[in-house]
């Protein structure tokens, strides 16, 4: 990406992922742009104008009435210089100010100003993004044109699992390039990544998370694993344009958030590693590749009871089963 000659204006509100801007920051300042940076007085609390001004090299405006600056109504010389301008990350507060014209500090003034293409990647509890006015808020800003990432499932600064992380900085860059390259000024463009379509006639399959082998009714042993891998890899085939079937055995929370708002053509869950194995023998004869990223359990229990042990002392024997990569690769062997 080639930002020479760019300069991107760049405002931080009041989140705690306004340190992700150091990121954004960097990665625009590597590919050429000039990067302009205004912080709230909410952001201030979370990362400083100084360690801002370092990476970015410019002056970072607080206060729309700041004068240790050369003098210009610098909230409309900033409006005119951009090419583009992003806000990352912005809180409800600051989405609901833009979209009802509301102009009370520094940065809202300047983006009021802009005719240049905005790009806001919001940052905040789940439930604040869930609200209807927040929504709302969103939605009259779409209809004007203005450029929205989505926000990430997973861990919040609150303690729950949910939406309303920050997107990455790294996707944040490479939208901040398409929109850009569009050469769009103030149109609404499509944000989807010209990402190369290879997989288009494909179908794979692909296997994430760890599986249990049943002690009794109430108890099991089974292999660690968040998913987190064969995820990434099934989102990666499916922005390529492939069909994917994902076979997902126990996997973390923040990864089956992730999977259920994931647009994947066939999700199955599988528990045990038989369900795991029955899964991927039942849709082997679809896939154009395999991809096994899971976790099965290897050993099964030949002391495996059907009703609730209740002994001071438990000794279990452990078998090794051949892995399902084995099988499938005897399998091939034989049709071949």
Known sequence: MDFKGKTIALGVTGGIAAYKACDIISMLKKAGADVVVTLTQNATEFITPLTLETLSGNRVITNTFSRDFEYSTKHISIAKKADLFIIAPATANFIAK???????????????????????????????????????????????????????????????????RLAKPSDIVANAYEILNNNCRGEKVSLEFNKKKDFNSKTFLITTGGTTINIDPVRFIGNHSSGKMGFELAKSAKERGAKVILVAGRISDEIAHKIESANFDKVIHAQTTAEMYSAVMDNLSQADYIIKAGAPSDYIIENQNNQKLKSE????????????????????????
């Open 313 to 336: 002392t438990l000794i279990l024997t452990l078998k090794k089963t051949p892995t399902l990569q084995k099988r499938l690769a005897k399998l091939k062997a034989i049709k071949n």
């Open 98 to 164: 833009y979209a009802n014209g509301i102009a009370d500090d520094f940065l809202s003034t300047t983006i009021l100003a802009c005719k240049c293409p905005v790009l806001i990647a919001p940052a905040m509890n789940n439930n604040m993004l869930e609200h209807p006015a927040t929504q709302q808020n969103i939605e009259i800003l779409k209809n004007r044109g203005v450029h929205f990432m989505e926000s990430e499932v997973g861990m919040l600064a609150c303690g729950v699992v949910g939406k309303g």
